[in-house]
């Protein structure tokens, strides 16, 4: 099992910025892939960005230049820095961790972009 937990969500006012964080714990050798994904009210949940032990990284369109995702100087942590946050980027944040039998996510942070 992994267990994970984000921090770091709030309110924003457009065009700021917010770093979010997470930390797992357990079995997290088993970890291949560590990423973020939202779910804005009434739309599906979207991947926003998900980077690879070895160092791969891919983002969604909407995200790329404006957010940064990236592992801590310790193994269990993963950071999520987003600048130039826009109203649209308003959703519930999951971290998540894959490894080859399922995975694993957190209980969500809210972020809220709004004047």
């Known amino acids: 099992q992994v267990q994970l937990v984000e921090s770091g969500g709030g309110l924003v006012q457009p065009g700021g910025s917010l770093r979010l964080s997470c930390a797992a714990s357990?079995?997290?050798?088993?970890?291949?892939?560590r990423g973020w994904y939202r779910q804005a009210p009434g739309k599906q949940r979207e991947l926003v960005g998900v980077?690879?032990?070895?160092?791969?990284?891919n983002y969604a369109d909407s995200v790329k230049g404006r957010f940064t995702i990236s592992r801590g100087d310790t193994e269990n942590m993963v950071y999520l820095q987003m600048n130039n946050l826009k109203p649209e980027d308003t959703a519930v944040y999951y971290c998540?961790?894959?490894?080859?039998?399922?995975?694993?996510w957190g209980q969500g942070t809210q972020v809220t972009v709004s004047s």
């Open positions: 980077i690879s032990n070895d160092g791969n990284i």
């Open positions: 357990g079995m997290i050798f088993s970890i291949y892939a």
């Open positions: 998540n961790s894959k490894t080859r039998a399922r995975d694993f």
